[in-house]
């Protein structure tokens, strides 16, 4: 089995690395080709338009920005007739109607369509420890399983395409909150003059806890928010996401809307491509 690889960013690059290391064969595209020089240097092969890597590929792994990059390379007049007989495995973090849309598409132009967005960032893409949501068939998810787990060691059937998309969304939205939550309690705690480790100490004893809380805290007390595993413009964007399908499912939205305004000031503060842990710097310029 040969595997098209399109979008091959920070998260796709090691993830294809891992095909590679396995014994895959790899052929990747991506708009960037300078992104694609490691790859090549560890043994992909490298296609020139998407159309050339979906063509001579069994299975195409997408990794893209959004729908729109999507529909670009996979389903333009140019490609889609590439899609026939393929099997798309979408794992970019889209909003589950988009995921819909996509698969009708897939499945009209004679292809198969299954979603797995991933979470986890940079270090267990590397490590092959991504947590992997699939929506898809039993069928399909059985099918391609031995592939998934090349990310993921237990890749979970959510159900039909479509829930797994939203499964993502829903874990970003708490990844964007109780970063925000923490950002803003860490503030307030050193603008009151209280040990930082004394808070540390007294929350990693609590129920409040979470692991992220100790993550980003070397990157909030140093200001470091370079050299990111998630930036704050892709956070935006499923953040955005979120907000836009649980308006749909009729929910009151208006605690994440604040913090997609927190994000927003870092938009302003140049930080889009900052580390999300950067939140901190928008929550310490005060309400603007």
């Known amino acids: 089995m040969k595997v098209a690889f399109l979008g091959t960013g920070l998260m796709g690059q090691p993830m294809a690395q891992r095909l590679l290391a396995a014994n895959i064969p790899v052929i990747a595209y991506n708009r960037t080709p300078e992104k694609l020089e490691p790859l090549?240097?560890?043994g992909?092969?490298?296609?020139?338009?998407?159309?050339?890597?979906?063509?001579?590929?069994?299975?195409?792994?997408?990794?893209?920005?959004?729908?729109?990059?999507i529909y670009s390379v996979?389903?333009?007049?140019?490609?889609?007739?590439?899609?026939?007989?393929?099997?798309?495995?979408?794992?970019?973090?889209?909003?589950p109607t988009e995921s819909k849309e996509i698969q009708d598409a897939v499945v009209a132009a004679g292809g198969e369509y299954i979603e797995a967005p991933v979470l986890g960032s940079i270090p267990e893409a590397k490590a092959g420890e991504l947590i992997l949501?699939?929506?898809?068939?039993?069928?399909?998810?059985?099918?391609?399983?031995?592939l998934l787990k090349n990310f993921g060691p237990?890749?979970?059937?959510?159900?039909?395409?479509?829930?797994?998309?939203a499964l993502k969304l829903a874990m970003n939205?708490?990844?964007?909150?109780?970063?925000?939550?923490?950002?803003?309690?860490?503030?307030?705690?050193?603008?009151?003059?209280?040990?930082?480790?004394?808070?540390?100490q007294i929350l990693r004893d609590s129920a409040l806890y979470a692991p992220i809380f100790d993550n980003k805290l070397s990157r909030m007390v140093d200001g470091n928010y370079t050299n990111p595993n998630f930036p704050i413009k892709y956070m935006l964007k499923d953040t955005d996401f979120f907000i836009e399908e649980a308006k749909s499912a009729d929910l009151n939205v208006r605690s994440i809307e604040g913090v997609k305004q927190i994000l927003e000031m870092a938009m302003k503060m140049s930080l889009e491509y900052a580390d999300y842990s950067s939140i901190f710097a928008a929550i310490q310029a005060g309400d603007r």
Do not use: W
């Open 40 to 42: 090549k240097a560890a």
């Open 44 to 69: 992909a092969e490298i296609a020139a338009k998407p159309y050339q890597a979906i063509r001579a590929a069994d299975c195409v792994i997408l990794m893209l920005t959004n729908a729109a990059a």
């Open 74 to 95: 996979l389903l333009s007049d140019r490609s889609s007739g590439s899609v026939t007989g393929r099997s798309i495995i979408q794992m970019s973090t889209i909003t």
């Open 133 to 146: 949501m699939v929506g898809a068939y039993r069928e399909q998810y059985q099918r391609h399983l031995d």
């Open 154 to 165: 237990e890749p979970v059937l959510v159900g039909k395409v479509g829930t797994a998309t």
């Open 173 to 200: 939205q708490l990844i964007a909150s109780m970063t925000t939550a923490f950002a803003l309690s860490f503030g307030f705690v050193q603008r009151q003059g209280i040990d930082i480790e004394l808070f540390m």
